[in-house]
């Protein structure tokens, strides 16, 4: 396997590169190498004396300079230390731009989608990479399942790599012959900055609503936070917002004039929209307008939140010059996202899907576009994250109401008490007509609902979608929902095997 995080081929005068820097004990510093993470520090390299949520930077220094830092990028003088220093106002931002520029700048060698949104993000990048792909071009991919430099992959760490990181991977989709590139940027990774010094062809915010409030401290933040794509689009790049989502289109005012500006949505308003025509439990089709042109289009995912993701990826393919028909072209040769409702089939007369909805926004449109496609009674079974934001819980549960049957369980629980968490979810719960099951055994929880499931029913699998490990107190557990709803319907449904286990509900 080949490292994420390579050496990076080039040098950078910090002089240039930040004009607006003041130096300590130097009147330059020619960087070859940089880090922000002390451990990590090789000789010659330079440190960034990066401030966390709760330790300051500089702690770590003299363990920097011991594992031999030779120049530091901080946002004061320090004393004490006696090699050069270059002082910035930002020290996260000049970080990421000096990553960039050691690796060769390869944002500006490259067209790159950066897509936002608490909810869509991967689907809306891996729908890019498809768009591209059927018009012949290669295309990377940074995000929460993968990244990928357009000819090797592997699984990715965080949605948003690291500034170094990023620079690595985007080196490599150069190297590679890789033009162009879809990546998916956090709320978290934009209020640290780790993208400050990359250059975006296009920036994407399919959805604001709630997620990550336990580090935004608030819906504000958050969104402002979100808006920080806006500054990263070169001059004359695209911006494109949700015209159906209120978070995103609160966005319209900060679009600069430099910028070609593109509203998608399904209201027939947008420059980009659709018109639902058919859904099933096989896929929807619809009509899709775009610039003045409409074509008939399909795709086999489900949920008309998937129609606007095609829409958010129909606006890049525009922008980057793709004809309509190889736009559509690229939404109907596209299947599904891992864990993005997936479907798992064993034989079984009853549809089962595995969809990583964790916020109350992701899980109310999954069953609500679920229940409007069943012919039988739709079953959720969902959790809620521990060490994470509590708000969401009741919500989360609020939202499992729209099932017939919510089996409420365990996600990822943490150092958290899974019963706790279970309470909190509950509490948004009371007052509906869906009467809870609790199981706080996620294992047992998905084979309750699956024995419970009758012919024409629904099984809706939500929170974890694509991961496979389930994280209880400090330890990581191999667990992976779609395996465990194989193993089970397999046991159940096989073949030749008489009637199936059953239970009642």
């Not at 130097?26 to 090789?42: G, K, L, P, R, W």
């Not at 027939?268 to 008939?296: K, M, N, P, V, Y």
């Not at 739709?378 to 708000?391: K, L, N, P, S």
């Amino acid at each position: 396997m080949v490292s994420s995080v390579p050496a990076f081929p080039a040098a950078a005068s910090l002089r240039r590169l930040l004009p607006q820097a003041s130096f300590v004990g130097c009147a330059n510093i020619c960087a070859t190498d940089a880090f922000d993470n002390s451990h990590d520090v090789q000789p010659g390299s330079l440190f960034a004396v990066v401030n966390g949520s709760k330790l300051d930077g500089s702690q770590f220094v003299h363990e920097a300079i011991a594992h031999g830092a030779t120049s530091l990028l901080t946002d004061r003088p320090l004393a004490d230390v006696s090699i050069p220093q270059c002082i910035v106002p930002d020290v996260r931002s000049a970080y990421s731009r000096l990553c960039e520029a050691l690796a060769g700048d390869p944002s500006r060698r490259l067209d790159i989608a950066g897509v936002t949104g608490t909810n869509g993000k991967t689907t809306t990048t891996w729908l890019i990479r498809s768009l591209l792909a059927h018009a012949g071009d290669r295309c990377g991919v940074l995000g929460t399942v993968e990244y990928s430099d357009g000819v090797s992959t592997e699984s990715s760490t965080l949605t948003t790599p690291a500034s170094r990181p990023m620079a690595g991977w985007l080196g490599r989709m150069v190297a590679s012959g890789t033009r162009r590139a879809a990546i998916e940027i956090s709320s978290h990774a934009l209020d640290q900055r780790r993208a400050a010094g990359i250059e975006l062809e296009a920036a994407v915010v399919t959805n604001i609503t709630q997620d990550h409030f336990d580090y935004h401290r608030g819906f504000e933040p958050y969104r402002e936070a979100k808006a920080r794509i806006l500054e990263l689009v070169r001059p004359g790049g695209l911006i494109a917002l949700n015209m159906d989502d209120p978070g995103s289109w609160s966005l319209r005012d900060r679009v600069h004039d430099s910028a070609s500006f593109v509203s998608f949505g399904l209201k027939s308003g947008g420059d980009i929209h659709a018109q639902i025509r058919e859904e099933s439990l096989g896929g929807i089709r619809f009509r899709l307008s775009i610039h003045g042109r409409t074509l008939d289009c399909a795709t086999t995912m489900i949920g008309r939140h998937n129609v606007s993701n095609c829409l958010a990826a129909a606006a890049v393919g525009a922008h980057l010059c793709l004809s309509p028909e190889d736009i559509v072209a690229g939404i109907e040769q596209f299947h599904c996202v891992p864990g993005r409702l997936e479907r798992i089939h064993c034989g079984q007369p009853y549809d089962v899907f595995v969809d990583y909805a964790h916020t109350d926004d992701a899980l109310r449109r999954c069953l609500q576009s679920l229940r409007g496609i069943t012919p039988g009674r739709v079953i959720c079974v969902f959790g809620a994250g521990g060490d994470r934001d509590r708000t969401k819980r009741p919500l989360l549960g609020r939202a499992a109401t729209m099932a017939d049957i919510a089996i409420v369980t365990s996600d990822n629980p943490r150092s958290e008490d899974p019963n706790r968490i279970i309470d909190e979810i509950l509490a948004g719960m009371s007052g509906s007509s869906t009467v809870p099951i609790i199981e706080p055994d996620r294992m047992a929880a998905i084979d309750k609902a699956l024995q419970v499931a009758r012919p024409g029913d629904c099984v809706l699998i939500a929170g974890k979608g694509h991961e496979t490990e389930q994280i209880i107190g400090d330890r990581r557990f191999p667990f992976d929902d779609r395996q465990v709803a194989r193993s089970f319907l397999c046991e159940q449904w096989r073949p030749l095997a008489g009637q199936p286990r059953r239970a009642s509900a």
